[in-house]
């Protein structure tokens, strides 16, 4: 051995030489903390303070690593050491291997966003619970005391068919996987969801292992997604019955003569079409709950200006409308004042002309939100701005319309006649 590793002379190596002193001398020369061990463990054997000593030490070459295992006992009776040397590299290398993938898979289980775990059933407790577990639940690894620990920290709503089911599995010996929500260590609530594999021994469940998936998110957004799908059916049914309505006054307007009546009819189908082009932007809409203004306004608006045609009058349409977003809450009232306003412009502003102009102003003012509409036509008389001293619907419904907005109205009939609305924001 002392040949083959660079010791031709045998120096140290020879039969007489003292094993102690080549120790002692090793610690010195080579300042060696393995010799240092032997070198009190055989002194240990020798003043019989122990009759068995081993030391696992490296031994490498320049070509190879290589591990050894010393062993060393009294003889009984004697005053005599044996001592042998035992080549462990081929054991040590395995085990070298062994960590290293050890170390892999922690780090591989660690760099996720699952917080895997190992669960000893006869034991009752958890082998391993990747340190992410702090990151999602908030509770350490420390903290996981037992299988009580996980039922109890499960949301009362869920803890018993998760635990009878896992249970259940469990004892079959089935793999399973199922979705809770459970408890955070900051007292909100997580949905998990948990895959388990078990481990059986003679037929009895010996370890549980898997892994938990923070699924919240995912919960949330399917949550969502069945609310807008349920909005957008509630609305495509409010907008079916809307256009049965509109269909009702159309039939019940043609049994009158009276052409009175029939405006009446026409204004009501009106008001009734303003919300049902609000529900049908609204299905249309990839915003659950809003509507963007400024294309359903010019869209209402022209709709308006159409259902007047009969008039033979040419109506210049002017729209300054920011790219706003209401609730239906606002929308609807909103449009069913452009109606009235609108309308209200091209029964009355108008007389003896042939053409008009008609201005739509809606602004984000920051605070609040501005509403401005005006015409070019011959403007109302002081006593017919107060809505109680008229008795225009249309007037008395936008009073009403204005004040569910919690905004205000002015009207200024000088020089063509203006309506200016104003609401704040946090009606929203």
């Known amino acids: 051995f002392a040949v083959d590793n660079g010791n031709p002379d045998l120096i140290n190596s020879e039969i007489g030489s003292n094993y102690l002193e080549v120790t002692k001398r090793a610690i010195f020369e080579d300042e060696d903390d393995t010799a240092n061990l032997a070198y009190n463990g055989l002194l240990d054997l020798i003043e019989g303070n122990r009759d068995r000593f081993e030391l696992e030490y490296p031994c490498h070459s320049p070509e190879e690593k290589r591990w050894f295992l010393m062993h060393a006992s009294r003889c009984k009776g004697q005053d005599n050491i044996v001592i042998y040397h035992e080549n462990i590299t081929e054991k040590k290398l395995a085990q070298l291997e062994l960590r290293s993938s050890k170390e892999k898979y922690r780090k591989l289980a660690e760099s996720t966003d699952a917080i895997l775990w190992e669960y000893d059933v006869l034991a009752d407790e958890w082998t391993y619970i990747a340190p992410q577990v702090e990151t999602i639940l908030g509770y350490t690894p420390d903290e996981w005391s037992g299988l009580d620990f996980w039922a109890e920290h499960i949301h009362p709503d869920d803890r018993d068919w998760a635990v009878n089911y896992c249970n259940e599995c469990t004892g079959k010996g089935e793999a399973h996987k199922f979705e809770c929500r459970f408890l955070k260590k900051d007292g909100s609530t997580v949905w998990i969801h948990d895959v388990v594999n078990v481990e059986m021994d003679n037929g ?225």
């Open 204 to 428: 009895t469940p010996s370890k549980l292992r898997g892994f938990m998936i923070d699924i919240t998110e995912r919960k949330r957004l399917e949550e969502l997604e069945k609310k807008k799908l349920l909005f957008k059916e509630v609305h495509h049914r409010v907008k079916n019955n809307l256009q049965v309505i509109m269909s009702l006054l159309n039939m019940q307007a043609r049994k009158f003569e009276d052409e009175d009546v029939k405006n009446s009819f026409r204004e009501s189908q009106a008001r009734v079409k303003a919300m049902l082009l609000a529900h049908k932007k609204l299905y249309e809409s990839h915003h659950l709950g809003s509507i963007e203004m400024s294309d359903y306004i010019s869209a209402l608006v022209k709709d308006i200006i159409d259902a007047y045609k009969a008039q033979d009058m040419k109506i210049n349409l002017d729209l300054d409308i920011d790219e706003i977003e209401l609730s239906m809450d606002e929308t609807v009232p909103l449009s069913l004042i452009l109606n009235e306003l609108v309308t209200n412009s091209l029964k009355h502003a108008f007389p003896n002309r042939s053409e008009g102009s008609i201005s739509i102003i809606f602004k984000d003012c920051g605070t609040n939100y501005k509403l401005t509409v005006s015409d070019d036509g011959i403007g109302m008389s002081q006593e017919k701005f107060d809505s109680n001293n008229t008795d225009s619907l249309g007037l008395n419904l936008v009073d009403m319309l204005v004040l569910q907005l919690n905004g205000n109205l002015q009207i200024n009939g000088s020089q063509g006649t203006v309506y200016t609305i104003e609401f704040e924001k946090e009606y929203v």
